[in-house]
């Protein structure tokens, strides 16, 4: 059985935890550039059948 203080220092040691974090970042980084590029392409998009439909008013 480990001591208190070798699962301690074994504990520090591990960078599993990191790896996950890691991922996690940029996960959420791709995620939004994904939001930012899909609501840019919407106002594009609604700019253009706005423009559109008024042109099929005049």
């Known amino acids: 059985m480990q001591t208190l203080r070798a699962q301690m220092i074994e504990f520090i040691r591990d960078e599993r935890g990191a790896t996950a974090i890691e991922y ?3 996960a959420t980084l791709v995620s939004l ?3 930012a590029g899909a609501t840019m ?3 594009r ?3 253009l059948f706005e423009t ?3 042109g ?3």
């Open 45 to 47: 998009l609604k700019t």
């Open 52 to 54: 559109t439909a008024a």
């Open 56 to 58: 099929f008013k005049s």
């Open 33 to 35: 550039a994904i939001i």
């Open 24 to 26: 996690s970042f940029i």
């Open 41 to 43: 392409i919407g106002d």
